[in-house]
């Protein structure tokens, strides 16, 4: 299982947890369990083509899922998931 930390805006989801055990051998299956247990949280992660929202970055124990191999990524038991909304300011 890997140890996924939920960001403050998707925790009404999780029921105020900020980090969650879930299993998936990528983050695509990942996401799926996550969603299975969580419903909707996949719809504020993936767009409707099923790719990662523009806006929200996964770290895999803190490398940027889009630099690895994306929703393809490995995932083994014990590695820390981040998701992370992106700020923009100004």
């Given at each position: 299982?890997?140890?996924?930390?939920?960001?403050?805006?998707?925790?009404?989801?999780?029921?105020?947890?900020?980090?969650?055990?879930i299993e998936?051998?990528?983050?695509?299956?990942?996401i799926?369990?996550?969603?299975k247990?969580?419903p909707g949280?996949?719809?504020?992660?993936l767009?409707?083509?099923?790719?990662?929202?523009?806006?929200?970055?996964?770290y895999?124990?803190?490398?940027?899922?889009?630099?690895l191999?994306?929703?393809?990524t490995?995932?083994?038991?014990?590695?820390?998931?981040?998701?992370?909304?992106?700020?923009a300011?100004?």
């Amino acid at each position: 299982m890997a140890n996924v930390k939920i960001p403050t805006p998707l925790r009404n989801l999780t029921k105020g947890a900020g980090e969650v055990e879930i299993e998936g051998a990528n983050i695509n299956t990942l996401i799926e369990n996550l969603d299975k247990q969580y419903p909707g949280i996949k719809g504020r992660l993936l767009d409707e083509s099923n790719n990662l929202r523009r806006f929200v970055n996964i770290y895999v124990n803190g490398d940027d899922v889009r630099f690895l191999k994306g929703l393809d990524t490995g995932v083994r038991d014990g590695d820390n998931v981040s998701i992370v909304p992106a700020i923009a300011g100004g």
